[in-house]
């Protein structure tokens, strides 16, 4: 019932930009936390970016703060990474997830993420590179 697509990644020079759409669709709880999360080759999935329904905070990580920015269109259901000033580093498949029990920061800095795997979209390819 619950699905999440993402949507927006590509190939992009060093810092150059790019915006991640996910759609989510098959709930309306009255709170809920949706991530951006990153998974790069050999390496384990990390948290990105989350936001709260509930009162619209968010969290970023270290590696992204002052580049990305998370945002929420209520209306369309949909939430936004904008990305910039990429770096090679960010190279990754982009993933969004849903969550009800956690806060945004919670969900976000969890390691090994812990989001069941019926409650995350199927990725989105970002290559920065010259």
Partial sequence: QLQLVESGGGLVQP?????L???ASGFSFDYYVI?????????EREGV????????STYYADSVKGRFTI????????????????K????????????????EQAMCITRPPSIPLDYW????????SS
């Fill in 15 to 19: 810092g150059g930009s790019l915006r």
């Fill in 21 to 23: 759409s996910c759609a």
């Fill in 35 to 43: 991530g951006w999360f990153r998974q790069a080759p050999g390496k």
């Fill in 49 to 56: 970016s989350c936001i709260s329904s509930s009162d619209g």
């Fill in 71 to 86: 945002s929420m269109d209520n209306a369309k259901n949909m939430v936004y990474l904008q990305m910039n000033s990429l």
């Fill in 88 to 103: 090679p580093e960010d190279t990754a498949v982009y993933y969004c997830a849903a969550d009800w029990l956690m806060t």
């Fill in 121 to 128: 979209g199927q990725g989105t390819q970002v290559t920065v």
